[in-house]
Each structure stands twice: as C-alpha cells, then as structure tokens.
C-alpha cells in the first residue's frame, strides 16, 4: 500500500520464504531479510515506521530493544504506528505465563498481551496522538477464520 502510493519503502522480513515472496509481490520495496531486533541493515533515518503484529511476539527486553533501535532510526518528529495484541484478545492467558501478561502457547513462542497502561510505558518516549483496541479478521491454520483484538498506537518521536 505504502509503495503503491509512491512512500520510499523498506522492509524487514526474517522468513526467507515471505522475503522472497515479498520482492516479487512488490519490486518498488527495498527489503532486508533478518530479524528487527538486529536492524543493522542500514544507518538510514526513516520519516516513519510502521510495524503489524510484531511487538507482542517478543519478551520484554527484547521489545525494548526493538522500541529503542526504531527509536534510534526515525528522524526528528518522525511517526510510528504499530499493532499488537491487546489484553482482549481471544487467546489471552493461554499457555504458561513466562513473564507479566506474556504466555507461552507453544514452546519457545512467548505471546505478550499490552494493557492499556503498557501500551503507554512501552512508548514512553513518545508523544502518544491515538491509540486503541482495533478488529481485525483473519484466517489461517488450524484455528480458521477469528478476529483479533489488537492494541494500536500512533505516536511521535519526542525531540
């Protein structure tokens, strides 16, 4: 959507399946294949971010480091939008908690769940213009069609 409508993209994908099916899906995006945490593909600064259902799938320290490297990325005043799972989604509580509103559904795959007031801590640094629970619908898998019920923040970096 975003290079269709002219936007200079880059993307970060860590599965080399759905990196290579991205470059062929859109050829006007720069992608980088590995993993968010990293980020060292370029030292470029970004007038915005934008980030769908990634945030949760980390541990704490992890998602700080992340917050912290798209931080470090984005250029005076520049934009971030991100979804994750709220608190209000279906599967919450599923699994072993490993860590504050973070389970394990399956080994070694830790799903955090953002409150309303983590939502706000993890994007302290942030001038915070909108954030909400949004729907979205999707299917895939043995689970089939659900909606999901994601937290969503749109905010700028504080200079």
Excluded: W
């Excluded at 801590?121 to 299917?139: C, R, S, V």
């Amino acid at each position: 959507m975003f290079s269709e409508n002219n936007f200079n993209v880059v993307g970060v994908e860590i599965s080399d399946i759905a990196f290579e099916m991205a470059k062929e899906f859109d050829p006007k995006t720069k992608f980088f294949n590995g993993s968010v945490l990293e980020m060292t593909f370029t030292d470029e600064k970004y007038d915005a971010i934008y980030c769908f259902n990634t945030l949760h799938l980390f541990l704490r320290k992890e998602r700080i480091k992340f917050l912290t490297k798209c931080y470090n990325q984005l250029r005076e005043n520049g934009f971030v939008f991100f979804t994750m799972f709220s608190e209000k989604e279906a599967s919450f509580g599923t699994g072993k908690e490993i860590e504050n509103n973070t389970f394990e559904s399956k080994p070694g795959r830790p799903t955090h769940y953002f409150s309303k007031s983590d939502l706000i801590q993890h994007f302290k640094d942030y001038l915070i213009i909108k954030k909400g629970i949004m729907e979205d619908q999707e299917t895939h898998g043995e689970v089939g069609p659900h909606i999901h019920k994601l937290s969503y923040i749109f905010a700028q970096k504080r200079v």
